[in-house]
């Protein structure tokens, strides 16, 4: 089993930045692809960013390239989503993933283990 604890959201200003960290325990965590996702009031969870067990390969989605970078520590078993020029429209749940693979996943049915979010909000 795997136990994932999402930190680091806050309110902030548009055109601001936060970090989110994802504390994992229960598993080798530098075999385990890691995500990010989001979801707003409303909306379906969707795809943020995902990075492969290495680091070594990132995936973005189209609304936060350029703006979000994903990250690994994983002799501290943490994954980082550094978030710059905030925009209202990235106001959500904001969700840490672990899946059973190396490899980066987009989709929210290939990972399989998840935390209890943490909220986000930007105000314009």
């Known amino acids: 089993q795997v136990q994932l604890v999402e930190s680091g959201g806050g309110l902030v200003q548009a055109g601001g930045s936060l970090k989110l960290s994802c504390a994992a325990s229960g598993r080798t965590f530098s075999s385990s692809a890691m995500g990010w996702f989001r979801q707003a009031p409303g909306k379906e969870r969707e795809f943020v960013a995902a990075?492969?067990?290495?680091?070594?390969?990132?995936l973005y989605a189209d609304s936060v390239k350029g703006r979000f970078t994903i990250s690994r520590h994983n002799a501290k078993n943490t994954v980082y989503l550094q978030m710059n020029s905030l925009k209202p429209e990235d106001t959500a749940v904001y969700y840490c993933a672990a899946a059973n693979t190396y490899y980066s996943r987009r989709y929210y049915q290939e990972y399989d283990y998840w935390g209890q979010g943490t909220q986000v909000t930007v105000s314009s």
């Open positions: 990075i492969s067990g290495g680091g070594g390969s990132t």
